[in-house]
T-cell receptor, first 112, second 117 residues
Framework: DQQVKQNSPSLSVQEGRISILNCDYT??????FLWYKKYPAEGPTFLIS?????DKNEDGRFTVFLNKSAKHLSLHIVPSQPGDSAVYFC???????????FGDGTTLTVKP | EAGVAQSPRYKIIEKRQSVAFWCNPI?????LYWYQQILGQGPKLLIQ????????DSQLPKDRFSAERLKGVDSTLKIQPAKLEDSAVYLC???????????????FGPGTRLTVT
């Protein structure tokens, strides 16, 4: 049973437009949510996070939205740039800390 | 600040052979994780250490996998004997997390790509 799902394996967007990556979770014990970005042959790098007490967190071009009732979160990238092309992983962590459960990732391609 | 170091970067072995991976976390990070990432999937936690103690090893196949973190710093992950299905990227990550301080963000190393033939 996959507790964190990223239902879109890939997404292609034109440079300058908005990229929206989605993530669904099933475990109501998850309390903290993170997005990681991964380039080929590198490990994932932390991008942005959100606590369950918030519904939005913004950092520059990146905004994460959380809908607790729907158990859904999304990552918005505006405007998208070719350097944003990577695999994006959603991760969820319970309040007890540490153990994150990852989705299978969405490959974002931003076309010039 | 130096990142998480892992070696080797690539390893090819035959099934039933043994292999070991090494990880050096970011200085001062108390929590260390080993993940297995199969192609097309997200990282799956194998084992989590806080300092030199095991916090979670529920997903570690203990009949063939073992891990240790001596002196609460470096860590090694060993597979013996390897199976074809162990072909994956093995990622090491660390975070600040220690008693009384929760830290959710993890810092990953570049990973070791293991191919079992």
């Amino acid at each position: 049973d996959q507790q964190v799902k990223q239902n879109s394996p890939s997404l292609s967007v034109q440079e300058g437009r908005i990229s929206i990556l989605n993530c669904d979770y099933t475990n109501s014990m998850f309390d903290y949510f993170l997005w990681y970005k991964k380039y080929p042959a590198e490990g994932p790098t932390f991008l942005i996070s959100i606590s369950s007490i918030k519904d939005k967190n913004e950092d520059g071009r990146f905004t994460v939205f959380l809908n607790k009732s729907a158990k859904h979160l999304s990552l918005h990238i505006v405007p998208s740039q070719p350097g944003d092309s990577a695999v994006y992983f959603c991760a969820a962590t319970p309040a007890v800390a540490g153990k994150s459960t990852f989705g299978d990732g969405t490959t974002l391609t931003v076309k010039p | 600040e130096a990142g998480v170091a892992q070696s080797p970067r690539y390893k090819i072995i035959e099934k039933r052979q043994s292999v070991a991976f090494w990880c050096n976390p970011i200085s001062g990070h108390a929590t260390l994780y080993w993940y297995q990432q199969i192609l097309g999937q997200g990282p799956k936690l194998l084992i989590q250490f806080q300092n030199n103690g095991v916090v979670d090893d529920s997903q570690l196949p203990k009949d063939r996998f073992s891990a240790e973190r001596l002196k609460g710093v470096d860590s090694t992950l060993k597979i013996q004997p390897a199976k074809l299905e162990d072909s994956a990227v093995y990622l090491c990550a660390s975070s600040l997390g220690r008693a009384g301080l929760i830290s959710y963000e993890q810092y990953f190393g570049p990973g070791t790509r293991l191919t079992v033939t």
